[in-house]
């Protein structure tokens, strides 16, 4: 599978290393042409130096015969403008990331006339990442399918309840329809069965129903309080997407900004929203404006040092959830050192989504329909979400009949409005949205 990837900076860099890994055949378009020679000395990629708007380059490039091209240049008239190039030319598939607001209101009118397979929008990606966040306070991460419907949650297990449980008993005692479909346990990452043992530290991955999954936090009494109150540092566009998103759940939302028209333009933006004018890095300003009875911490500027700070400070007074946001990956394992578990970050985000459009796609092409791909626990676990087309060998046949390899687990099946964590006596029909975990790529 060839792939183009028109701009090399850290979302081009980060997509073409692991996709070169995966053994793609990777094309780096980019102007810099000092960090295309460091691209070629440390990945497998063949480089393209020029414009990624320009037909000659692309021509040079090989986009004609690409299977996909993707533009993540910092300007978004830059990546619509190439992919529209590329499509003209031949290339199979185009992905653009657009971060205009303006622009991404009339995407669907744009998509349709410039051919895009897939748009990108980073800052409204994490916006929704921080809302389920939000929406699930015990949650370190949450991954969604079937178009939202069923989710996967991974949550870390303090000491409490569950604490000395094996699987088995938790489904007995909870009543509640969820499958911990995947375990970290130290270094240790497995697909668990009923006689698993849950330990203090482990990091769980529960797939169920939105309605379900809320109804099994509030059983297990590890339910934070729902959150009523949410501050955010920083007034860019991920703050505003969120606190839109936020505002619509009926949350009461305060942002702290410190440049006086950003803050005068998410007033008009905001009506419903809190706008401080002033600078979040100054605790006394915090404090003033009720950090302390604040139920939701996010931490939004451009600089990972002052969010970090910030978080660390929301910590210590006592803030029930706090999330922040980074853009070097190198500091989420310090984050996670500090004892903060909700980390974003834009870059990650776009990389994720596109990586997971891609990887999808080979695997349509290999097999089955695949609609939605996750990589968990950096990449030692896969979530696939499969449409069922037609009748075939394993349709209708209960699951305790079929010869499942070792290693995988059929988290959920989504039946039309119903989604079903099956059990031995169930069966996949066709039109069915099956997800499957596995540790086999």
Not at 313 to 333: G, L, P, T, W, Y
């Amino acid at each position: 599978m060839k792939i183009v990837i028109i701009g090399d900076g850290k979302v081009g860099y980060k997509l073409a290393k692991q996709l070169s890994s995966e053994k793609y055949d990777i094309i780096l378009i980019d102007n810099n042409e000092e960090k295309l020679r460091k691209s070629i000395e440390r990945m497998d990629v063949f480089c393209v130096a020029g414009e990624g708007g320009s037909v000659e380059v692309q021509q040079r490039a090989d986009v004609p015969h690409a299977d996909l091209v993707i533009a993540c240049t910092s300007t978004d008239e830059c990546n619509m403008l190439s992919c529209l190039i590329a499509r003209r030319l031949g290339a199979r598939h185009t992905i653009a990331r657009v971060r205009n607001p303006i622009y991404y209101k009339q995407i669907d009118f744009l998509k349709k006339d410039l051919h895009l397979s897939m748009v990108v929008n980073p800052e409204l990606i994490v916006a929704g990442d921080i809302t389920r966040l939000l929406l699930f306070p015990d949650a370190s991460k949450v991954e969604t399918f079937v178009k939202g419907r069923v989710e996967l949650v991974e949550f870390p297990i303090h000491c409490g309840k569950l604490e000395g449980l094996s699987l088995s008993e938790l489904y007995a005692r909870f009543q509640v329809q969820v499958l911990v479909c995947a375990v970290e346990s130290g270094e240790t990452v497995l697909i668990p069965d009923g006689d698993y043992i849950l330990k203090a530290g482990d990091k769980l991955h529960i797939a169920a129903s939105h309605q379900n999954m809320e109804q099994f936090f509030k059983k297990i009494a590890l339910r934070k309080e729902k959150i009523k109150n949410a501050m955010i540092c920083g007034g860019g566009r991920v703050a505003y997407y969120l606190a839109s998103q936020l505002c619509n759940l009926g949350m009461n939302v305060k942002i702290i900004e410190r440049n006086r028209e950003r803050c005068e333009e998410l007033c008009e933006l905001l009506p419903q929203a809190t706008i401080i004018n002033g600078d979040a890095t100054e605790h006394d300003l915090l404090i003033e404006e009720g950090i302390e009875k604040t139920d939701a911490f996010i931490a939004l500027t451009g600089m990972d040092e002052e969010n970090i700070i910030m978080s660390l400070f929301a910590s210590k007074q006592s803030v029930s959830k706090v999330i922040v946001k980074i853009n070097e990956d190198r500091r989420a394992m310090m984050i996670d050192e500090l004892g903060l578990d909700s980390i974003v970050s834009a870059k990650t985000a776009t990389a994720d989504a596109i990586l997971g459009y891609v990887r999808a796609r080979r695997n349509s092409q290999c097999s089955a329909n695949v609609e939605t791909m996750y990589q968990l626990l950096d990449g030692r676990v896969e979530a696939l979400e499969f449409i069922i087309k037609s009748e075939n060998a394993y349709t209708g046949v209960p699951l305790k009949d079929l010869n499942l390899k070792a290693n995988n687990i059929i988290a959920c099946i989504a039946r039309g409005r119903k989604i079903i964590i099956p059990n031995g006596d169930d069966s996949i029909q066709v039109g069915d949205s099956v997800v499957i975990i596995t540790m086999t790529k």
